[in-house]
């Protein structure tokens, strides 16, 4: 079945440091993907998406790209602040029947000052 | 718009009472989703509906049960809870497949 992995956390950078998280999913069809993020005591959000092969999503400075040939969908910022320190979820959406989203089991980023 | 909206907030309960969780969404869409977040397992799919009149069982539906409504309401009831369940449930809606869904704020449930 369709399935998401993402880096284990929590990671700990400094502020304006480049962040990374990995993303990677096995689909059977052709799925939408998503970033979503969690505050501290908050639903999710979405962050950006990507619903085909080679879309880039950004928002608010971070960025991913739709990569079919290595099955990614890494998040990307390139200077991170303490307002970003959150919980980050990988997801799919696939259209070829389900009604179900698959998400990730989440990222903890801690952003010093 | 309020956007989903989920009550309580916080609950605590003791084993083998019952309660109800209620959502709401004003964005006209079809598809609802209760999930369970537990630490360090991510977020599982408990009950969805597709549309209105229908309602489907996710990854771990034993010991729940729901309800669409209508299209605006979907709750989560616990029949007799249990230490087990103790977790934050969040809400969710979608447009439609393949769309992002929109998250409740979140009901942070302790059973004792």
């Known amino acids: 079945g369709d399935s998401v992995t993402q880096m284990e956390g929590p990671v700990t950078l400094s502020e304006e440091a480049f962040l990374t998280i990995n993303c990677t999913y096995t689909?059977?069809?052709?799925?939408?993907l998503f970033w979503y993020v969690q505050y501290p005591g908050e639903g999710l959000q979405l962050l950006l998406k990507?619903?085909?092969?080679?879309d880039k999503g950004s928002n608010k400075g971070f960025e991913a790209t739709y990569r079919k040939e290595t099955t990614s969908f890494h998040l990307e910022k390139g200077s991170v602040q303490v307002s970003d320190s959150a919980v980050y979820f990988c997801?799919?959406?696939?259209?070829?029947?389900?009604?179900?989203?698959?998400f990730g089991a989440g990222t903890r980023l801690f952003v010093k000052a | 718009n309020a956007g989903v909206t989920q009550t309580p907030k916080f609950q605590v309960l003791k084993t083998g009472q019952s309660m109800t969780l209620q959502c709401a969404q004003d964005?006209?869409?079809?598809?609802m989703y209760w999930y369970r977040q537990d630490p360090g397992m991510g977020l599982r799919l408990i009950y969805y509906?597709?549309?209105?009149?229908?309602?489907d069982k996710g990854e771990v539906p034993n010991g729940y049960n729901v309800s669409r409504l209508n299209k605006r309401e979907f709750s989560l009831r616990l029949e007799s809870a249990a230490p087990s369940q103790t977790s934050v449930y969040f809400c969710?809606?979608?447009?439609?497949?393949?769309?992002?869904?929109?998250f409740g704020p979140g009901t942070r449930l302790t059973v004792t």
């Open positions: 689909a059977t069809g052709y799925p939408s």
């Open positions: 997801a799919l959406s696939d259209n070829t029947g389900g009604f179900k989203t698959i």
């Open positions: 964005m006209n869409h079809n598809s």
């Open positions: 509906s597709a549309s209105e009149g229908t309602t």
């Open positions: 990507a619903t085909k092969a080679d």
């Open positions: 969710a809606s979608e447009p439609g497949v393949s769309y992002e869904q929109y």
